[in-house]
């Protein structure tokens, strides 16, 4: 764009009611950028006027940075990039709205897209929480006669591996031949020309797909980053599941942002709302499963009025179930926007659009809340051999501290609840309906619960509801299962997450919600002192090379280099994590020299570590180890048998008998420990403390560690 345009473009009516503001942002592709923005001009004049905020629109820039793995098709292929609600602008000169990658343009990092989303706007917040971005990868097959399609894809191979050695590694050029080569073979059928040959008309076939999270894109900071997308095959059987020739491509995008997509907003919460299954179903909705539908909406619980009506505000819809046996169903849980615009197979596509959450399969009947009084019969459902309408989707929404607070108060003084309708092709059709009472989440660490709602069916005026035996005797009444879990609990006071995007470690936490027993199993976790662990675990590392080394007689690390390597990759796991816990909280280090300083440190006292484990070690490590351990096991031997003849009253032979094994035991240490136990046992609490005024003159560091073999061997005996 030349500059006289943007100047005369930047020209200011008066007479207008807004004016127009461009500004340049950036130049990419040669060709500079500009962002337009609507400004109402103020009414009145003067320093008390009001003013109006403006929403800044902030694009997101979307690049192919590198594609591996591609499967060999023969025909050329296309990368689709696709969004339900907002629109991908590709960077060129003439505007189009054509999100398409060509397969000459897979390693020049061209097309760059665009897509705006605006500043500080909770609306595009939802849009994208809900809705990931997807990519796919088709194969173009052109227009042939039927029964010409293998050799339409031979010729192509053909002529490309021929241009592929002509030109080295350029895929352009190859691209071009294949084009070209189609519209000759193309030109040569028509040629041809029979009345009543068959034609097969130009096609895409859908070989992968992929998506990506796009909530990550919502921090205090400009965002940039490599994402990796991978994009799984796509079946219609098992047996093309074994096919070789549809493999998982790589793909690594480069996405980037010129502004902060926040700059005064902060987002406090998750809300995840996943719709499991339909259960006891009566046969006729199985048929319809595809036409089906759930709608979630809240509805006020006192009428409002002349009308006495009662307000309804409509949350978000479920479309599309899966007939399937309850067993057999595939136990992960997709994203709805992904699954009703695109429609796979969900028996063979769902790791295409899948969640990080899954179902339960094992505990599906388990925890779940139900209003009073009502019997599901679970018992009678078989997992293995009865029908359900599967769906196994899922919406998550962003809730900020305003929104908090008015969903803590209707929970709290339970002023509208959940409304489940169940609905045939449009939302307006609904068969049954349900309610839930959401107010458990009112009460404190309430975060996560699964409900079982009754769904009853919706009749007109003066109609009656008629039930068959099999109905109520055999299946129960129908109902579905619906869990619904907030990232913290609604009525707790919640900390930004915003700033999880902003670290690639803890941004992934976003992408699920985890339940009351992950969190518990959490804090238990962090409550557990793991430092003290891993330098346990070090100690008996080190502890267990040493015995192996001496049992075995090792005077080489050539001749056990099989543990030795194993060893070292445990040990080496538990430094990382001594260095993380640990040295590294102590000395904080920025740059190498201060990172090799501190590794210096973490040397020295480790091996001082070592040298006292060693050191302790010794004493079990001489020659006459089994003797010892002979000695150990015979002296408790003895004064198990003198406290025997202690309590049935022969005190003269026990005095004796301990005097002989005083004199007779070499290792004092071990004599003094046995005493101290032998008097706790009898109850000689003033004879065990003399054990503790004996003066110690040694300073032998080996005392502890054959104190505390010993008392190991009195435990065991």
């Known amino acids: 764009m030349e500059r006289g345009s943007v100047t005369a473009k930047n020209t200011v009516r008066k007479t207008s009611r807004t004016t127009r503001r461009k500004r340049v942002i950036r130049a990419s592709a040669g060709q500079q950028e500009e962002i337009e923005e609507d400004q109402p001009v103020e009414q009145a004049e003067g320093p008390d006027a009001p003013k109006q905020k ?38 060129q000169e003439k505007y189009t709205t054509e999100s398409v990658i060509y397969q000459h343009e897979f390693n020049i990092q061209k097309p760059v897209f665009a897509m705006g989303v605006l500043q500080d706007d909770i609306e595009d917040m939802n849009v994208f929480s809900d809705s990931p971005l997807v990519i796919s990868l088709y194969q173009r097959i052109p227009a042939h006669r039927k029964g010409d399609s293998d050799a339409i894809k031979s010729r192509n191979l053909t002529e490309t591996s021929e241009t592929t050695e002509a030109t080295g590694s350029k895929k352009t050029r190859r691209s071009r031949t294949s084009k070209k080569s189609s519209d000759i073979i193309l030109e040569e059928i028509e040629g041809v020309g029979e009345e009543e040959d068959y034609w097969v008309a130009e096609r895409l076939e859908l070989l992968s797909r992929g998506h990506c999270d796009l909530l990550q894109l919502f921090q205090r900071r400009r965002f940039i980053s490599d994402v990796t997308v991978l994009l799984y095959p796509e079946y219609h059987s098992l047996l093309q599941a074994r096919d070789n020739k549809k493999i998982t491509s790589c793909s690594i995008w480069h996405m980037y942002s010129i502004l902060p997509i926040l700059k005064e907003f902060n987002f406090t919460n998750l809300a995840f709302l996943t719709l499991e299954s339909i259960y006891n179903v009566p046969e006729e909705l199985h048929n319809k499963s595809a036409e089906l539908g ?25 479309f599309g179930f899966l007939s399937q046996i309850i067993s057999d169903q595939n136990t992960s849980i997709v994203w709805e926007n992904i699954k009703r615009d695109l429609n796979p197979n969900t028996n063979f596509s769902s790791n295409q659009m899948e969640t990080n959450s899954r179902i339960k399969l094992p505990r599906i009947f388990r925890m779940l809340l139900w209003e009073k009084d009502v019997n599901f019969r679970l018992h009678r459902i078989d997992p293995v051999t009865d029908l359900a309408l599967i769906n196994n989707s899922l919406h998550r929404f962003v809730i900020n501290e305003d929104m908090r607070k008015i969903l803590e108060e209707v929970l709290v003084h339970y002023d509208y609840e959940l409304l489940v309708q169940f609905y045939h092709e449009v939302p307006d059709n609904v068969l049954y309906e349900g309610v839930i009472n959401p107010s458990i989440f009112a009460y404190p660490g309430v975060n996560y619960c699964r409900f079982a709602t009754l769904l009853r069916p919706v009749l007109e005026d003066g109609e009656e ?12 009444p129908m109902f579905c299962t619906l869990k619904i879990c907030f990232f913290q609990p609604i009525c707790e006071r919640n900390e930004p997450l915003d700033k999880y995007n902003e670290s690639l470690f803890k941004r992934s936490k976003l992408r699920r919600c985890f339940d009351i027993e992950f969190l518990n199993e959490n804090e238990e976790e962090e409550n557990r002192n793991v430092l ?44 990382l994590k001594i260095c993380g816990c640990d040295f590294n909280v102590r000395m904080p280090t920025t740059t190498n020299i201060e990172f090799r300083e501190m590794l210096t440190h973490m040397y020295q006292e480790l091996m001082e570590r070592v040298e ?80 503790f005024m004996k003066p110690r003159s040694s300073e032998w560091s080996g005392v502890y560690f054959t104190t505390g073999s010993c008392c190991s061997s009195m435990l065991i005996t």
Not at 303 to 317: K, S
Not at 667 to 682: G, Q
């Open 54 to 91: 403006l929403l800044q629109r902030v694009f997101l820039y979307i690049q192919l940075n590198e594609l591996t793995k591609l499967p060999d098709t023969g025909y050329p292929l296309e990368l689709h990039l696709y969004h339900t609600k907002h629109t991908l602008q590709k960077m």
């Open 294 to 318: 759930i709608q979630l909406s809240f509805r006020s619980r006192y009428p409002q009025g002349e009308d006495a009506i009662f307000p309804v505000i409509p949350l978000c819809t479920y």
């Open 465 to 476: 509801v008629t039930e068959s035996p099999r109905d109520t005797w055999q299946i129960g």
């Open 532 to 575: 003290l662990e891993l330098y346990r675990a070090f100690d008996e590392l080190i502890s267990d090379m040493i015995s192996f080394i001496i049992k075995r007689e090792v005077e080489s690390i050539d001749q056990k280099r099989d543990f030795f390597c194993c060893q070292l990759g445990n040990l080496s796991n538990l430094l």
């Open 612 to 691: 006292g484990i060693l050191n302790a070690c010794t004493w079990q490590c001489c020659d006459n180890n089994m003797d010892q351990e002979y000695d150990q096991q015979n002296l408790i031997r003895l004064m198990d048998e003198m406290r025997m003849v202690a309590q049935i009253g022969l005190r003269d032979m026990a005095i004796q008998m301990y005097g002989e094994i005083k004199n007779q035991t070499a290792n004092k240490i071990n004599f003094d420990y046995v005493t101290l136990l032998n008097s706790v046992e009898n109850l000689q609490f003033a004879q065990a403390a003399r054990y």
